[in-house]
């Protein structure tokens, strides 16, 4: 009978457990995978990533804003990255989510952002925003918000509404003039806008 020699079964074993090595990886990937889609359906099927615009009337000459949502899925959450513009459509700030959680029940989108003002883009703040979800037909998707941070004049609170961009050719450059893709997208609110607005 044949019996295989030391070196081969050596090889046989470490062969098989590569292979396991592997299985596993690609399981652990997996079963990632299917449980943050379960997790993210279930309660209703979020529709909340892709490109929107904010208009925030009490935002004292800087009244709009363009923000990304997008689920990241090795940090297992919802990034809404943005930028805050002047109203003439330069920008001001740019803002980044540090975490967020998505409260189905309640229907909202909670974040933590961090934000960096352009004119001094070594200096850090951080504030804290909510998107209110609604319902549309078998999705959650956001209607409007309000976010939280603190600035040179103290701690403000400032409601915004939510509009998807359907353009993908809008915005993509958040270190330009936005003016012309601002008005495309909201012109209502950009003939609304208040330039004379003291700035914060």
Partial sequence: MWRPSFWQYFRMEWMWTIVGAV?????MFVFEYLW???????GGTLAIEGTWCEWTPEGYGRQFSVGV????????????DG???YNDGRPYCHWSTTASYVDKERKELHYIFANHDLSSPQVQSYGYGVVS???RGKELVPSDGFYLYSG??????????????????????RSMNVATDLQKVLPNEW?????AAKAN
């Fill in 36 to 42: 943050s889609l379960i997790a993210r359906r279930s």
């Fill in 83 to 85: 930028t805050n513009y």
């Fill in 23 to 27: 299985l596993g990886i690609v399981g």
């Fill in 69 to 80: 949502i997008k689920y990241r899925f090795w940090k297992r959450r919802y990034d809404f």
């Fill in 133 to 135: 979800l609604v319902v």
């Fill in 191 to 195: 003939q609304q806008r208040s330039d």
């Fill in 152 to 173: 040179s004049n103290g701690a403000r609170q400032m409601g915004h509404s939510m509009l998807r961009v359907t353009d993908s050719a809008l915005f993509l450059d």
